[in-house]
């Protein structure tokens, strides 16, 4: 009885002994499974950074060629120094460039620098023919840089920040290019279309050595300007002074064509003339300009009689330390709602900028030193500065608007 029990037990324990390495084995072909596969695992991981890595370097190098060739590109069509064809092919494009004369010699390690402003500075003032300008000094650029900076700014890319800053090294955004862009499309549309200017000293550029705001845009966009605008002109009748309509006869005698024509003024009515009431209905023939709003309105008659369809744009001028609010409100808003009766466009630059003069540092950095008044800056007629930060980017815009859709 005893042995067969001991058999019984002997049997039993052999038994668990069996089951025990069973699962002590099972475990261990599971680690080493595991093992091998966390091992495994972690090469699968390296090798798929390495790939992103590659790919994310292949798709900046990409980038970078695109985007200086594209540049290159979208400056050359619009320029007209070559036809639409194959953007992508690099080497051609910078070849084109090259035999333009917007770049010198190059190597194919150029096409693969990033887009900067430098670069963007140099070609454009070339493809464009700009004349060289400056909007004052720039404190981050180098000798070499600064003709091509300046002249730039001054026709508002890249315009300085309050340190005088341009960054010419800095890359091109995603945003700057899309605005260098629009500009492209802008000078495209508007190449070749003639401006006819009627205003004040503000529209004539007093404060930027007589080149103002239809002198720029010509310059910008490839177009010709013939400007009539006066300094001291008002729309109302003050007999020792130019009188906005006066401007609109000479204009007309002299047979001068327009696909577009702006129009500014009124500062110098306000304080010094009526008021007025503004006079129903469109036929002012017999109105009289000894108001500021009658002379307005005969003024914007005549000009619809003689350029008939022709665009107008009028532009109210940056809130001044001149007047008191209350009559610098009252004026420039009786002149946008005039100008809302006749279905005239208006950049309104005091309500839509920044440019309010009664800031000291706003008037000392964007408006004019006359020597008249003891070398202060005026408050009144904007600087290169001024005009390409405030004046010419809205209003390059409202002329482009009334030719193509694609500008805006």
Not at 60 to 73: D, E, H, P, Q, T
Not at 374 to 396: C, M, Q, R, V
Request: aromatic share 10%.
């Amino acid at each position: 009885m005893r042995k067969i029990q001991w058999k019984r037990i002997g049997l039993t324990v052999l038994i668990l002994a069996l089951l025990t390495m069973l699962i002590v084995g099972t475990s261990v072909v599971s680690a080493i499974a595991k093992n091998t596969t966390d091992r495994s695992g972690a090469s699968d991981a390296v090798s798929s950074r390495e790939k992103e890595n590659t790919i994310l370097l292949n798709s900046y190098l990409s980038g970078a060629v695109n985007n200086r060739s594209k540049w290159l590109y979208d400056l050359m069509t619009a320029a007209g120094l070559m036809q639409p064809g194959n953007s992508s092919n690099g080497a051609a494009i910078f070849q084109k460039a090259y035999e333009a004369g917007l770049i010198g010699a190059y190597t194919e390690d150029d096409i693969y620098l990033p887009l900067n402003r430098l670069f963007v500075a140099q070609t454009t003032v070339k493809a464009l023919h700009y004349p060289e300008r400056t909007v004052g000094e720039l404190s981050d650029v180098s000798a070499d840089q600064k003709s091509v900076m300046g002249t730039m700014a001054y026709y508002g890319y890249f315009v300085p920040d309050d340190k005088d800053m341009v960054y010419p090294e800095a890359t091109v955004s995603a945003k700057e290019y899309e605005m260098l862009r629009t500009e492209l499309n802008r000078y495209k549309t508007l190449k070749g279309k003639r401006i006819l200017a009627f205003g004040d000293s503000i529209m004539h550029g007093s404060g930027n050595n007589d080149e103002g705001i239809a002198e720029m845009i010509a310059a910008k966009y490839a177009m010709t300007a013939l400007d009539y605008s006066v300094p001291g002109a008002s729309f109302a009748d003050r007999s020792e002074r130019s009188r906005i309509s006066n401007q609109i006869r000479v204009a007309y005698n002299d047979q001068a064509q327009a696909d577009i024509i702006l129009l500014n003024g009124g500062t110098n009515d306000m304080g010094h003339m009526p008021f007025g009431e503004t006079a129903a209905g469109f036929d002012m023939s017999e109105v009289e300009e000894n108001s500021f709003s009658g002379g307005m309105q005969k003024a914007l008659w005549m000009l619809k009689a003689c350029w008939k369809d022709t665009p107008i744009i009028y532009t109210r001028v940056h809130n001044m330390d001149l007047l008191e609010d209350r009559i610098e409100r009252q004026y420039g808003d009786r002149a946008l709602d005039i100008m809302e009766k006749w279905g005239i466009p208006s950049v309104d630059l005091y309500n839509g900028t920044t440019m309010n003069t009664e800031n000291k540092a706003i008037c000392d950095r964007y408006t004019f030193v006359d020597e008249r008044y003891g070398n202060e800056h005026d408050s009144i007629h904007p600087n290169a500065l001024g005009y390409a930060k405030f004046y010419l980017p809205p209003i390059s815009k409202a002329v482009a608007d009334q030719f193509s859709e694609v500008s805006k």
